[in-house]
Every structure is written in structure tokens, then in C-alpha cells.
């Protein structure tokens, strides 16, 4: 307790008005010159705690003749009510006095230039991701998300994919038991593609639907161009009167964005995947030779995406009259992307976390991808 307090309360008050005035002038301009919030709240209890000055007066009215007591009790309540005020308005005053002492002690000054050697380094798999979200958002695609841990009929039987379905093999998937069920068909899977968010979307969103779903993915296979967990993008346009030329327009629009070309030649090979009919893979044209792939011109082709009108079970699956609506989906893998448009030839070293594999192939932080701005940022790596 601080000495200012202390003396304060050992003041001994008598039930008159001479002392209310006293202990009104000499608390106020206690408040008044409080240094902190601490020596405020021995004020507060010195006078209106328990054994306060304030408190015992009143403790004393019942003591007192009815007239004595109207007149002194209207007296001590007004008092309470002025020092409540002068407590509230003092702790303000603490309380801005703190916050501007705070922010003068823990300035930064933003102006001060980054240290490159210092600064961290934006991975690949992000930069590409912000890439396709920038170009598919400009196209206005919302970014849709699903979880990783899935269970068997979103990540297959919504998909066109009934339990014992060949096309189930195609993917080799890790499962997980459920604690509630000893039934295989009741195990979870950590996601093998990210379609099952076309599901989960029509199951949630309104129609029309216009999303991309970009996130992890997980596969048993492990070598220079598959890794057990990697990054696929999904797309998913559901509307009436969609047809495949829809398809074609959106993503040819969407390589020559991402490859940052004017021209670049494009075809579609007939697939199949159980989730739409009919399938494509879209190649697009490239020169490999044995030291360079170079993309948009030459006689060769890449494979960049699988794509297709969503299947009639598909919609069905996901509450959607496919008498009514239409729509075209694709996936993409992110990885395979990064390493086509960055020149990384290893995609397990992605996932190395080597700091001198990062700063050699990693983005600045501050250089975001736009559609406006630019999207690799005139393709040069923080090298
Ligand atoms: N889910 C497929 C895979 O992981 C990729 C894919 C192909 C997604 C065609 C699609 C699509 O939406 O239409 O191999």
C-alpha cells in the first residue's frame, strides 16, 4: 500500500457532514493524483470496501435518529456515487496512459528494409496455389475445402466409384479403421483425390456451383514424380446448359494464364474416370528435349489435367437433378505443376524440408501472385 493510501486510512470519521465533505475533498484528490491502477484500487477499497471509509458511515446509520438518518444516508449516497465516478474516469485516464506507454515501448519502425538474408522463402507448392487460386478467382471460382480424413462414400461411391469397383484399384489408398465398426466398408481413407469436395460442395452450396478445391492428397506411392502425400486442385462448374465447350474455353484460359503465354497449343485425348462421362486429358504443347522442356511451342505434348462433364450419378449423388443441371469438373496436380513451371526435376525434394533447397527454389514472401500485379512475378525465383 502506498504511503498516500496508508495515511488516508487511518483517518478516523465521525458520522457528521463536515466529515463527509473531508473525506470527499481528500479521496478525490487521491484519485485524482493515483499514479497506477494498483494504487487506484486501494483507494477504491479504503473507501467503499468492506471496511471502508464510506462503508462504516453507512454501517453507523442505523444508529441514528430517522431525520439524521434520511439526510445523512442521501448525503453518503451521493458521495458513493461521486467517487464511483471519479474512480471510473481516473482508471480511463490509467488505462490510456498504459496502452500509449505499451505501443511507444513496442514500436516497430515498418519502413525499415527487409534484410534479404534474413528473409524466409515461400514454398513452391504455396506459390503455385496462390497462382491458381488468383487465376480461377479473377474466372470468379470460389475456393472450396473438404477434410483429409474422408469417409469411403465421398472419397468413392458418391464418385461413381460402388465398393468393388475396378476403378478403386486405380488408386493406392491408405485406409484407417473406425473405432466404431469392424466393417471394412465403414473404414476412413486420408483422402486419395480432392474430387470428394465436389460432393461435400453440391451437398452444402446453392446452385449455380463455381469452385476450385485445392488441398493435399494422399497416395502409397513414393519415387521421383509420386509422393505419399501431394497437392491436387479439383474444379467444379454445375449450371444449367453447360456443355463441354464450356470445359475447353475455362481451362484453355486457364493454362495460358498460368504458363504466362499468349498462345499455347492445347488438345484433349479421350479418358476415362468413373466420375464423368465423357473424360478427357488435356495436353498441351511442348519441346522436350534432352536437357529443356520448353512449354507452348514444338511438336511434343504434356500431359497437364484430367477433366470431363460430371457424371448424371455424380449430380444424383449429390442431390442434383442432372435432367436440370449440367457441369464439368478437372483435376490438376499441384506438385506436377510446380515442377513443370519451376524446373524442379525431384518432387520428393519437396518435401525435404531442406532450407538450402528453399531458398534456391522458393518465392519472396512479398511478392504475391495477381492477376494484376502478376503471377510468378515475371517468373524469376528468390535465387
Ligand atoms: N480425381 C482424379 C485423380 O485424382 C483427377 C480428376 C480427373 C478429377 C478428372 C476430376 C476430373 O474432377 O474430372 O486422378
Known sequence: MSNQVRL???????????????IKQETLQAIATAADMKTLEEIRVAVLGKKGRVTELMKGLGALSIEAKKEMGKSLNILKGEIEKALEGQKEVLEAKELNARLQSEK??????????????IHPVSKIYEEVVAIFGEMGF????GPDIEDQFHNFNALNMPANHPARQMQDTFYIPNPESADFDDSFVVRTHTSPVQIRTMEKNKLPIRIIAPGRTYRSDYDATHTPMFHQVEGLVIDKNITMAHLKGCLYDFVKAFFELDEIPVRYRPSYFPFTEPSAEMDIGCKKSKTELKIGAGTDWLEILGCGMVHPNVLKAGGIDPDEYQGFAFGVGIDRLAMLKYGIPDLRTFFESDVRWLKHYGFVPLDESSMTGGLSNNGGLAR
Not at 142 to 145: I, L, M
Open 108 to 121: 516497430i519502425d515498418v519502413t525499415l528494409p527487409v534484410r534479404p538474408e534474413n528473409q524466409g522463402r
Open 8 to 22: 488516508f486510512c487511518i483517518l478516523n470519521d465521525g458520522g457528521n457532514m463536515e466529515n463527509i465533505e473531508n
Open 142 to 145: 470460389e475456393v472450396a475445402e
